[in-house]
């Protein structure tokens, strides 16, 4: 009977660590088929084996986040194309699906586009596209590479939720959130400046009163009389200021693109020069 007894839990110890061996294996393989999944394309050698690494981590972190396809590269050249037409082109050929959207860099042509498919064309207006541009082009212009995709893939976070919550970027959008925090902040700073500095001025002032026996000592010794009054123009100042111009877009580098790639998927994006 104890033989039996032992061989029981001799079998069940077995059988409860060939389960956790192969939910382990399961596991691992799981982790090894998300960690082979690669985001970052640097044929044109702009990043380090770190910078790639993290890089594609955080791809595929914002990626999973949204269930959006996020793709970063370099290229040598666009052979001939716009940047977000090459862009497009090029996410396509990855085959990671319909929604989806990259940002893709030339060097030697100082150039860099952006391409977004599917549900990106929703989440991407136009004024979007000039806030990536905003974004990134400065990075890029200083060789600051990564920086520069690091940023673009947390502006699309940013934008990837407005859009899933059914309000996609606009400026309006931050214009007015802009406004509403100033607004505030100046509300603030006044209501302080009230509530500290004035009470504390009066306090100074009414230190020198002091309690007088009659009215006596406020009427003036030798009253109060107007003899001759006259109104004298003395000058006048005008003040020019002058309308800021608006930069077109096409002088800042950017260019809005979008239409049909090669093979005839529509997208939409843009091409900007650093």
């Not at 039996?4 to 077995?14: E, I």
């Not at 996020?70 to 716009?82: C, I, N, P, W």
């Not at 049909?260 to 843009?270: A, D, K, P, Q, R």
């Amino acid at each position: 009977m104890m033989n039996m007894r032992r061989k029981g839990l001799k079998w069940l110890q077995r059988f409860v660590a060939a389960t956790f061996l192969g939910l382990s294996f399961s596991f691992a393989a799981t982790g090894s088929a998300v960690a082979d999944v690669n985001r970052v394309f640097d044929e044109d050698n702009l990043l380090s084996t770190t910078q790639r690494a993290t890089l594609n981590a955080k791809l595929s972190e914002i990626s999973a986040k949204h269930d959006f396809e996020l793709v970063a590269a370099s290229v040598a050249t666009l052979g001939g194309k716009s940047a977000d037409l090459a862009a497009s082109d090029f996410y396509e050929a990855t085959d990671f699906g319909a929604d989806g959207a990259i940002l893709i860099i030339s060097l030697s042509e100082r150039e860099f586009g952006f391409a977004a498919h599917g549900f990106g064309m929703y989440a991407c207006t136009l004024d979007c596209e000039q806030l990536l541009f905003d974004t990134v082009q400065p990075f890029l212009s200083d060789g600051r590479y990564f920086d520069g995709y690091v940023a673009w893939v947390d502006a699309m976070d940013r934008m990837l939720g407005l859009a899933r919550e059914g309000t996609p970027w606009s400026k309006a959008q931050q214009d007015k959130e802009e406004m509403t925090t100033v607004g505030y902040v100046i509300s603030l700073i006044t209501g302080a400046i009230t509530a500290i500095f004035i009470p504390s001025r009066w306090r100074s002032q009414l230190k020198s009163v002091k309690p007088q026996p009659s009215a006596d000592f406020y009427a003036s010794k030798n009253g109060f009389q107007v003899l001759n009054h006259a109104d004298t123009f003395i000058n006048r100042t005008v003040a020019k200021i002058p309308i800021p111009k608006q930069t077109s877009s096409s002088s800042s580098g950017f260019s809005s693109g979008g239409g049909f790639n090669s093979s005839g998927t529509s997208y939409s994006g843009f091409s900007g020069k650093f």
